[in-house]
């Protein structure tokens, strides 16, 4: 072994050479911090989120070929790299070179918002151009299934993308908007010839250098390559407790939780690890092998099953870092190849200083049985994967809570032989994956069912016995117990037909086949090749060409986010003395801290103080700082020891906060007619409850900040992501120093996503972070801190009492609303109050009454999202609709239609509202969805499918726009004219990704008359606009265009008699001029808010200032077996006013209709008993992937209507859009219903949101749920509670 290596690797074409390299360095803060390569960025740190993805290229020197292949530079150590070329986004263009034709693609189909998940985007689809310059639409999503974004809705990316495939050109023309959101015309052409070679220096070293084990030492970790098979075994005898890596995929996840490991061993290059070998009976695959090169090889062959779950497992970079060996030996509960490759008599090829040796992959390899494992010294070498033979059948089978790239809830490999003719069974194996603490075997279930022919005797008795003997306990890891024990059975139920059906097929007179109606059972859904339109309006063909209003200009920083050169907090350089905080959170919900020993944390070395609650007084909070290394403060953090008290009652729920009468104030009320009066004359009455879980916000870029104290004065700049500086300035940093705030000044130059997470939360890490030192201060919360410290939106209870006429008209209502506010107050009063003045959703109810309270648990605090209480609210209100309408036997589109607002009305806070648009909107969805000839196909289609189903639901929407209080909306700006005649605009808008820096230019462009390139906007700072309300409430660009307005107008008011002497004069000649002139050149500019009120004792008011009206339409298809469901199609009308920029208007659309879909249908919080948060990452939190847009999406605007007070007639959309995803929850109810109506099923139909798989199985009741064996409640305690 080579004792001093050296790694040697190249990034973007530079070569890299590190002497004394910690093995424990991964390439992303690699590139992040120590070559300043920023555009690589931080998601989640666990390969889950792709916004870290690189491309790495490496060079076999033995077949002569350049792999390149997408990697999670997250999961990445750098010791691996030896001898690779890695390109990260700086690579593949840049504005000061070249931008890529994908970069620029992107950017133009406004494919980027926030722009965080960009860099990501970019590098996975520029890989899959360098293997495949014109792709198939199958490849493009498949590329882009391990990349989450949190705004767009992915469409616009898919669009960008579609535009390198082959096949797209014809459907392009299909789907050419009108007019378009960007013209094709002017790509630039992909010419792969100007692509970075692999550097030849890299090739040459690969060729020529001797191979020699690479040892790296680091601190605690030493690294060891060896590179051949002699030299891995060696390193194996010597060190047998060291793990081998491959892929690091599983191995690395020690960073975040799992075993840390002093000795790794990465072989590296040895071929005999990457054998392809045809044999007569089987296929032998190298135990190096990436799982995405298996699936490679997978596809000449017949192994159909294998190939169906390496089309989902994961994302396209994990299974591309991950090797078969590695996924084999690591042995996962929920692992999707063990149980196909268990049941298919796969043997593993084990090698050791003692020689070769073969043992099966069955069960008690799989469990881990000593006499059946690899023993210390041995290694995996290949896998031998037999052929199957004639009448032997195998079928893969796996349910998630999404599509792609999400563990499997439960997997299951299956096999039967029936040998020569008979239908008897010779052979049968069941292998399940996610029920226990590995693959489980169904072995005696098996065994017993040998011999049996293959009918229905046999399906019954094979249930009953799998049921029997794989038992899940009621408390087992990851909860949903029932669903998993229907799925063991559903999931033999589709292999049983799925036989039957080609049984019939290679012996029609044998074997009868099935009916038609059940064949549905057989098929998988898969969403895949989306489409999509989008209509709006064009500007008046009067209109100046270089006014900008109106037009689809592409997003200001469009391209530096698909470049990376935009910049966010964290990308920021290292300062001098730089110290990071980290914090320690509690593990209890509701207890009093005895004692706390720091002795431990303070002694690692770097770790320079501690702040606790002694130092901030009230806060109940700390964190640690260490220089320059946030590792060594996350790790000190570990090691702060706490003794706790716990405290009793521990409430969590909303229904423990009732029973306790925890409250946060009283409740909030609001009545309208006479609801008791109205309750005696209706013809019937129905009481019902929803419960909503929360979410979580997600935002791509997590909490961040750097305080740098200047040494001077006391001042101080803080660099933060958050909507809300002054609060972060005034509220926070400045009482915390007791300094003035004119000391303190915010920036906030972009932030990577917020959607009111970074309003009050930010100010967490700012207490803290400014206390003690005289030194910056960073802080960048992991994704799983900051899941767990910053809330989400409120989970909900609804009940609600409506009173009816039997043909639909409802009369009068009775509304409650319970939300889980969490700890602290935090907006949770204001979040029930927007909720109920939100109720009414699009409907004149002439009685009613709400009343809400804001519950106080001992949860972490929520906080504002998206929609602030509407999400909840509407769906409360839609519910107790959708149960009317099956009371009455209408369709809950006609009794919705039936209690709409029509023209002229008042809201029960006695607004006026003209409902013109809400029925412009509704009509306009009905026929552009084609609403009632789906529904007849939908309802064909019920009709002759048993185990599929398809639901159509629409949904309207009143999105009342406003803050409740004028001073709450007031706005400022500040526009200054250089003597160059360039144009600087700051207003006090947040950019979140929603496009304000982009309106805002729009609007100095068109008052000032100068086009958008010589205006600039350089970011929010205290400093320039003070005491600036919050960014949120989908009025950012209103409130601060009319204040940039404002400034430009009086700008042009005074040079007006400048221009009028010189009219062909250049905008540097008038500012020439009116500087020596003594006219000043800047301006601030105000808004002072929109008149708004609310009065509660009275419950009258006018707390908004116009509504915005939608409707949407949605069709799914459910797997009733399973609890799959596909999203067909949805159709978006909206009313936006004029739109100021429609491309980003639709963005802001349709990423709130996804997110919205997300919350109501697979985005769920999972609690422990004990109130602890378990799902803090992507891989347990299910956030919409590219696999869940619809199908087709449509979205189109009504033609531009007058909103006289508003920004050139425009409306705020940020929010809105999110509660249309309820068309989607409402679809699936519908198709649960007819496949409830079919089993006879007729009475309520009781379904929460998120409407999960597991609430969809079970909803579909049939025998197998009732075979089932159900606990007792109380009789254990569950995994997790909802709360
Ligand atoms: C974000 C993410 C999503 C995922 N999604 C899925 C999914 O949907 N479905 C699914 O099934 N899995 C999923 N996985 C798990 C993934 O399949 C495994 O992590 C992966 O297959 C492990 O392979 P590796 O090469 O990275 O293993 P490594 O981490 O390199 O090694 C894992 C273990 O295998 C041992 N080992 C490796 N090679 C050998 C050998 N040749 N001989 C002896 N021992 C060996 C090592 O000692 C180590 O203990 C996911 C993982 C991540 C990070
Ligand atoms: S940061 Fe690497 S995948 Fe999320
Ligand atoms: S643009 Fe994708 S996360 Fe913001």
């Known amino acids: ?561 698909t470049t990376g050169e935009a910049i966010y907090c964290d990308d920021m350089p290292v300062l001098d003395g730089e110290l990071f905080l980290a914090f320690v959170t509690s593990s209890r919900a509701h207890a009093e801290i005895v004692s706390i020993d720091l002795s431990e944390a303070l002694s690692l070395p770097g770790v320079v103080d501690i702040v606790t609650e002694e130092d901030l007084r009230g806060v109940n909070s700390f964190g640690l700082f260490d220089k320059g290394l946030s590792v060594q403060a996350k790790r000190a953090a570990k090691r702060v020891k706490i003794v706790y008290q716990d405290l009793e009652p521990v409430i969590l729920t909303i229904e423990e906060a009732i029973r306790h009468h925890s409250f946060f104030q009283g409740e909030r009320k609001l009545e309208y007619g006479n609801v008791d009066e109205a309750f005696k004359v209706v013809d019937q009455i129905l009481e019902g409850e929803i419960h909503m879980g929360g979410q979580e916000h997600f935002y791509m870029e997590t909490q961040s900040m750097l305080a740098v104290p200047k040494g001077e004065d006391q001042e101080m700049d803080v660099y933060v992501s958050s909507q809300f500086p002054k609060y972060i300035q005034v509220t926070w940093v400045a009482a915390t120093l007791k300094v003035p705030a004119n000391k303190i000044m915010c920036h906030v130059k972009r932030v990577g996503g917020a959607f009111g997470g970074k309003v009050t939360k930010t100010g967490i890490m700012a207490r803290p972070g400014v206390i003690k030192h005289g030194c910056p201060v960073r802080c960048i919360l992991e994704r799983g801190e900051d899941m767990l410290i910053t809330g989400g939106r409120h989970p909900y209870l609804g009940k609600y009492k409506a009173g009816f006429m039997n043909d639909g008209r409802i009369l009068a209502l009775d509304v409650e609303h319970y939300c889980n506010g969490g700890s602290t107050l935090d907006e949770s009063l204001f979040v029930i109050e927007i909720g109920l003045l939100k109720v009414d959703n699009a409907y004149k109810f002439p009685n009613l009454r709400f009343r809400g309270w804001a519950c106080r648990t001992n949860l972490p605090s929520n906080t504002a999202l998206r929609g602030f209480g509407f999400p909840q609210s509407g769906l409360i209100t839609e519910n107790c609709i959708t149960e009317v309408a099956a009371k009455c036997g209408l369709s809950p589109e006609k009794v919705r239609m039936m209690n709409m607002y029509k023209e002229i009305d008042q809201t029960p806070y006695k607004q006026e509202i003209d409902a013109t648009n809400l029925i412009q909107c509704w009509k306009e969805c009905m026929a552009t969805s084609s609403y009632s000839l789906r529904k007849v196909a939908v309802e064909k289609f019920n009709s002759e499918n048993y185990w599929k189903k398809k639901g159509l639901a629409m949904v309207p929407l009143k999105f009342p726009v406003g803050v409740l209080s004028t001073a709450a909306a007031q706005a400022a700006a500040l526009v200054h004219i250089y003597l160059d005649g360039s144009v600087l605009v700051t207003h006090g808008g947040i950019e979140m990704g929603q496009g304000v820096h982009t309106k805002m230019i729009q609007v100095a462009s068109r008052e000032l008359r100068m086009p958008m390139s010589n205006v600039h906007l350089r970011g929010t700072s205290t400093e320039t606009v003070p005491n600036a309300n919050v960014s949120g409430g989908s009025l950012v660009a209103d409130l601060n265009g009319l204040a940039v307005k404002d400034a430009c107008q009086t700008l042009l008011k005074r040079l007006e008699p400048i221009i009028s002497k010189n009219p062909k004069g250049t905008w540097k000649d008038w500012a020439q001029a009116a500087f020596d002139e003594s006219i000043s050149l800047s301006a601030t500019g105000y808004f002072r808010g929109y008149e708004s009120h609310m009065n509660w004792e009275t419950g009258e008011g006018h707390p908004f200032e116009y509504f915005v009206f939608g409707a949407a339409c949605s069709e799914v298809e459910i797997d009733c077996l399973t609890g799959a469901h596909k999203n067909i199609r949805t159709d978006i009308v909206m009313d936006i006013g004029h739109s100021i920029n429609p491309a980003l208007d639709v963005g802001q659309i349709e990423g709130a209709f996804i997110q919205g879909m997300g919350l109501y249908t697979i985005e769920e919080l999972k609690y422990s008993p004990q109130g602890v948060l378990y799902t803090r990452g992507p891989d347990q939190y299910k956030i919409p992937a590219v696999s869940d847009v619809p199908t087709e999406l449509h979205v189109s605007f009504l033609p531009p209507s007058q909103n006289s007070n508003t920004l050139y007639s425009s409306k705020g959309l940020g929010e809105p859009g999110v509660f249309l995803g309820c068309s989607v929850f409402f679809a699936i109810h519908d198709a649960v219903r007819a496949a409830r109506q079919e089993r006879g099923l007729l009475g309520p139909l009781k379904l929460d949101s998120p409407l999960t798989p597991e609430k969809i199985r079970m909803a579909c009741e049939d025998k197998f749920t009732k075979m089932i064996p159900r606990d007792e409640p109380g009789s254990y305690v569950p995994w997790n509670i909802p709360v």
């Open 1 to 561: 072994m080579d004792g001093a290596a050296e790694l040697v690797f190249c990034v973007n074409g530079r070569k890299v050479i590190e002497k004394n390299v910690d093995p424990e360095t991964m390439l992303l803060p690699y590139l992040r911090k120590k070559l300043q390569l920023t555009g690589t960025k931080y998601g989640c740190g666990g390969g889950g989120c792709g916004a870290c993805t690189v491309m790495i290229s490496r060079y076999n020197p033995i077949t002569k070929r350049i792999r390149h292949y997408p990697a999670n530079a997250c999961l990445l150590p750098i010791c691996s790299l030896h001898g690779a070329a890695v390109t990260t986004v700086e690579g593949v263009g840049s504005t000061k070179a070249r931008i890529h034709p994908v970069q620029e693609r992107i950017a133009k189909c406004h494919g980027t918002q926030c722009g965080f998940c960009t860099p990501g985007m970019v590098m996975s689809i520029y890989t899959l151009l360098r293997n495949h310059p014109e792709p198939t639409l199958d490849q493009l999503t498949d590329a882009l299934g391990g990349n989450l974004c949190r705004c767009t809705g992915y469409r616009p990316i898919i669009d960008a993308c579609k535009t390198f495939c082959k096949v797209s050109r014809h459907e392009r023309i299909i789907e050419s908007t009108s007019p378009k959101l960007f013209s094709e015309e002017e790509f630039l052409p992909l010419d792969p010839t100007q692509e970075l070679i692999f550097p030849p220096e890299l090739m040459i070293m690969a060729e020529k250098q001797p191979q020699r084990t690479r040892v790296f030492v680091g601190d605690r970790m030493t690294w060891i390559s060896p590179v051949t098979l002699k030299e891995l075994l060696e390193a194996k005898v010597k060190y047998p407790q060291a793990p081998i890596v491959m892929g690091n995929t599983s191995v690395g996840m020690w960073n975040s939780g799992g075993a840390f490991h002093p000795v790794i061993i990465s072989p590296e290059c040895i071929e005999e690890l990457s054998v392809v070998n045809h044999a007569d009976d089987g296929l032998t695959l190298g135990a190096g092998l990436s799982l995405a090169q298996v699936k490679e090889i997978l596809k000449t062959q017949t192994y159909h099953a294998l190939l169906k779950h390496l089309g989902t497992l994961a994302g396209c970079q994990i299974r591309n870092m991950a090797s078969l060996g590695g996924h084999i030996v690591s042995r996962h509960l929920d692992s999707d190849l063990n149980p196909l490759l268990a049941v298919g008599n796969c043997t593993l090829n084990l090698l050791s200083k003692e020689g070769e040796r073969q043992i099966p992959l069955n069960e008690q390899f799989l469990t881990k049985c000593p006499s059946a494992d690899l023993k210390p010294g041995e290694i995996l070498v290949s896998v031998n994967i037999p052929y199957s033979r004639k009448w032997e059948f195998v079928s893969a089978f796996r349910q998630a809570q999404r599509q792609q790239n999400a563990l499997a809830i439960v997997n299951s490999g299956m096999r039967v032989f029936f040998g020569e003719g008979g239908g008897i069974i010779r052979e049968l194996s069941i292998a399940y994956g996610g029920v226990g603490p590995t693959t489980i075997c169904a072995k005696n279930s098996c065994q017993k069912l040998i011999g049996r022919p293959w009918n229905e005797e046999m399906l019954d008795a094979a249930c009953r016995l799998i049921l029997d003997e794989v038992s899940l306990p009621g408390w087992a890891p990851g909860g949903k117990v029932e669903f998993k024990r229907t799925l063991l059975i559903s999931f033999f139920f589709k292999f049983y037909l799925k036989v039957s059906q080609i049984l019939k097929t290679m012996d029609p007179v044998r074997y009868p086949g099935l009916a038609d109606k059940y064949e549905s059972a057989l098929e998988d859904l898969h969403s895949r090749n989306h489409w999509g339109t989008s209509k709006y309006q064009d500007v008046d063909p009067k209109q100046l060409p270089q006014d900008p209003i109106g037009r689809p200009i592409m997003h200001l920083s469009g391209i530096k986010h």
